[in-house]
């Protein structure tokens, strides 16, 4: 087989590679999903909670962070909610972001109800209490202190995000917007963000494993199937309007090296335009052969790094282009060559090869993404928020059913001069 035939055959992998799942919905709301999977003795548990930062009120930010850690701090019926995980093999974890949060566990299959006691019992009642709060608000104000206050450009989001978003709650960081936020957080406000949002038909959980889904039912319908619904969890977020004039920000902090970041807005998730415009970040961005790493870090020698990517939020998101800048290049010069790039991929054609490429990356990545449960369960758990499991199956099609033109198109409509904010974020000098 000739070097090309093996480039170009990456493309086809996917398709012989599908998740294979059943789903159920229980009759308080809670969807269930059941990927079958006998390569593995361990059963990965997620539920996917449809909360995140931009659900929070303004003045009261920072919240559905918070609750990631509260909700390790024990239950009504399980006062230590990792020691009966740990005896049973099992290991777990959380995250939050701007659109959801995400707890995870994984625990040898044959200890699977552990698991669904563990989950249900913590959305059922969590237990609250002064001294938990107290820690956790401690544990919380400490972590944005070390990520976004004593860290070199921490505070990037801090500033960037209220200057690109005006309306929209995307204005803050999963973090929160300040850290007294967190500080003066209550127990009666506590209560109400839970009560609003720990419901299951506002939840997603999926079982990936070597199980049968007649069985994921019976265990469903015996830990979930009793939870009631406490509260309304209808949302009502603001669309941001669209942007008309360039914003600029400078800023001065102790940091190394002056830095540069760029951000337009852009699409949703489930747009159709999503998928041209990863792909444009990719062109720009993924690896030393792109063109952004090529013409201004390695031939022009303008930056030290510049990365170009997508937030992939779950509403309209941003477009970003950052980096740091090499010891005496000036941040407009800097600016200028990074809007010369762009124009380029407005203007000029796109290489078939360079697009087949990032599309076979975009390939590869999907495929790794598939190789485990834990993985798999949270790519399905995912895709069914955004409208459809199956969806799952259908990404790798997406990404390669993009054209050339489509992503120039994409380049002209996002990487506006008006549709863009700046922040320059300068070292102080001394």
């Given at each position: 087989?000739?070097?090309k035939?093996?480039f170009?055959?990456?493309?086809?992998?996917s398709e012989f590679y599908?998740?294979?799942?059943?789903k159920?919905?229980?009759?308080?709301g809670?969807r269930?999903?059941?990927?079958?999977?006998?390569s593995t003795?361990?059963v990965?548990i997620?539920?996917l909670y449809?909360?995140?930062?931009?659900?929070?009120?303004?003045?009261?930010?920072?919240f559905a962070?918070?609750?990631?850690h509260?909700?390790f701090?024990?239950?009504?019926?399980?006062?230590?909610y990792?020691?009966p995980?740990?005896k049973?093999?099992g290991e777990n974890?959380?995250?939050?972001?701007?659109?959801?949060t995400n707890?995870?566990l994984t625990l040898?299959?044959?200890?699977?109800?552990t698991g669904?006691?563990l989950?249900?019992?913590?959305?059922?009642q969590?237990?609250?209490?002064?001294?938990?709060l107290?820690v956790?608000?401690?544990v919380?104000?400490?972590?944005?202190?070390?990520?976004h206050?004593?860290?070199?450009y921490?505070?990037?989001?801090?500033?960037?995000r209220p200057?690109?978003?005006?309306?929209?709650?995307?204005?803050?960081?999963?973090?929160g917007?300040?850290?007294?936020h967190?500080?003066n957080?209550v127990?009666?406000?506590?209560?109400?963000?839970?009560?609003k949002?720990?419901n299951?038909n506002?939840?997603?959980l999926?079982?990936a494993?070597?199980v049968?889904t007649?069985e994921?039912?019976?265990?469903?319908?015996?830990?979930?199937?009793?939870?009631?619904n406490?509260g309304?969890?209808q949302r009502n977020i603001?669309k941001?309007?669209p942007?008309?004039?360039a914003?600029?920000?400078?800023t001065e902090?102790n940091?190394?090296?002056?830095a540069?970041?760029?951000?337009?807005?852009?699409?949703g998730?489930?747009?159709?335009?999503?998928?041209p415009?990863d792909?444009l970040?990719?062109?720009?961005?993924?690896?030393n052969?792109?063109?952004?790493y090529?013409?201004l870090?390695?031939?022009?020698k303008?930056f030290?790094?510049?990365?170009?990517?997508i937030?992939?939020s779950?509403?309209?998101?941003?477009?970003?282009v950052s980096?740091?800048l090499?010891k005496?290049?000036k941040?407009?010069?800097?600016?200028a060559a990074?809007?010369?790039e762009?124009?380029?991929?407005k203007?000029?054609?796109?290489?078939?090869?360079?697009?087949?490429?990032?599309?076979?990356?975009?390939e590869?990545?999907l495929?790794f993404s598939e190789?485990?449960?834990?993985?798999?369960?949270?790519?399905l758990?995912?895709?069914e928020?955004?409208?459809?499991?199956?969806?799952v199956?259908e990404?790798?099609?997406?990404?390669q059913?993009?054209?050339?033109?489509?992503?120039?198109?994409?380049?002209?409509q996002v990487?506006r001069?008006?549709?863009?904010?700046t922040?320059?974020y300068k070292s102080?000098?001394?």
């Amino acid at each position: 087989m000739q070097p090309k035939e093996i480039f170009l055959s990456i493309i086809y992998l996917s398709e012989f590679y599908m998740i294979n799942f059943e789903k159920f919905t229980l009759k308080n709301g809670l969807r269930v999903i059941v990927h079958h999977d006998e390569s593995t003795p361990i059963v990965a548990i997620n539920v996917l909670y449809n909360v995140g930062a931009r659900d929070e009120d303004h003045s009261k930010t920072g919240f559905a962070h918070l609750f990631e850690h509260l909700m390790f701090g024990g239950s009504v019926n399980i006062p230590k909610y990792d020691e009966p995980l740990e005896k049973a093999g099992g290991e777990n974890n959380a995250f939050t972001n701007n659109d959801i949060t995400n707890y995870y566990l994984t625990l040898p299959v044959q200890n699977i109800e552990t698991g669904f006691w563990l989950e249900s019992d913590r959305m059922f009642q969590l237990a609250f209490s002064e001294k938990s709060l107290d820690v956790q608000r401690n544990v919380v104000t400490e972590e944005f202190r070390q990520t976004h206050l004593n860290q070199p450009y921490g505070d990037v989001w801090l500033l960037l995000r209220p200057l690109a978003y005006k309306v929209h709650p995307y204005q803050w960081s999963t973090i929160g917007k300040e850290i007294s936020h967190i500080q003066n957080a209550v127990m009666d406000d506590v209560k109400a963000f839970y009560k609003k949002f720990y419901n299951p038909n506002n939840a997603i959980l999926v079982v990936a494993g070597n199980v049968e889904t007649a069985e994921i039912k019976i265990l469903a319908e015996k830990w979930f199937g009793p939870i009631q619904n406490d509260g309304e969890n209808q949302r009502n977020i603001p669309k941001e309007p669209p942007q008309t004039e360039a914003r600029l920000l400078v800023t001065e902090n102790n940091v190394p090296l002056d830095a540069i970041y760029k951000a337009w807005h852009m699409c949703g998730r489930m747009d159709a335009a999503y998928h041209p415009t990863d792909l444009l970040s990719d062109i720009l961005s993924n690896g030393n052969s792109s063109r952004l790493y090529n013409e201004l870090v390695k031939n022009k020698k303008l930056f030290s790094d510049l990365n170009a990517y997508i937030l992939g939020s779950s509403d309209e998101g941003l477009f970003v282009v950052s980096g740091k800048l090499v010891k005496g290049v000036k941040l407009e010069d800097a600016d200028a060559a990074i809007i010369e790039e762009l124009d380029k991929m407005k203007n000029d054609e796109i290489d078939e090869r360079e697009l087949q490429k990032v599309k076979n990356k975009i390939e590869a990545n999907l495929e790794f993404s598939e190789m485990n449960v834990l993985e798999k369960a949270m790519n399905l758990a995912f895709a069914e928020l955004m409208g459809n499991a199956a969806d799952v199956n259908e990404e790798g099609k997406k990404y390669q059913a993009v054209t050339a033109e489509q992503i120039r198109e994409t380049a002209r409509q996002v990487l506006r001069p008006e549709n863009c904010s700046t922040l320059y974020y300068k070292s102080q000098k001394l």
